[in-house]
């Protein structure tokens, strides 16, 4: 890009010394456009150093989160205090111990889901590489704790991770009820 704007300039003053513009308004005209390009410049990098501290305080923040709520998995005493009363999930009284501590363990895989999301949103992931998520998330969507884990936080999460999410879980609902209803599946 320097090397363009170099290009550009030379260009330029030599466009402007072939009309008759004298030295010090071709110099003056090039100092000019030097300090805005450096202006531009140092504006887009201030943007993206704030950008990449937010987006560093936001991956602390998850990571805290997930640490916090993979706790609750080692010390299931303290998910059945943590979920009651307004907080408990739909069908938490009807999981057995396993169950909830799976729906723990999901619940903080949705924050690490969301985390990549997020990421792959802001650097723009090749497609080949949110897929591998995808059917991750694919492969979950078959196990009802998951589900379950999903419905009840959903509105926590990044509303297109959500709309995405919808779809996938959607998807292989689908698929494997048309594995159950095909003849020798019962």
Known sequence: MFILG???????????ANAGVGWETILSAAANLSLLATVVFLAYQVSSERNDRKYDAYENLMSEFSQAAL????HPSLAESLY???????????YSQEEKNLYSYFDSLLGLFERVWVAQSDMHFAEPDWEAWRSWI??????????????????????????????IIEQASK???EKQSQPGNV
């Open 138 to 167: 694919r492969n979950l969507a078959n196990n009802s704790v998951f589900v379950d884990a999903y419905h009840d936080n959903s509105s926590l999460y990044d509303s297109t991770l959500v709309k995405e999410m919808k779809q």
């Open 6 to 16: 170099t290009l550009s300039l030379v260009g330029f003053t030599a466009y402007l």
């Open 71 to 74: 706790y609750l998995v080692d």
């Open 175 to 177: 698929v494997e009820s």
């Open 84 to 94: 009651s009363g307004k907080n408990k999930p739909e069908h938490w009284d009807s």
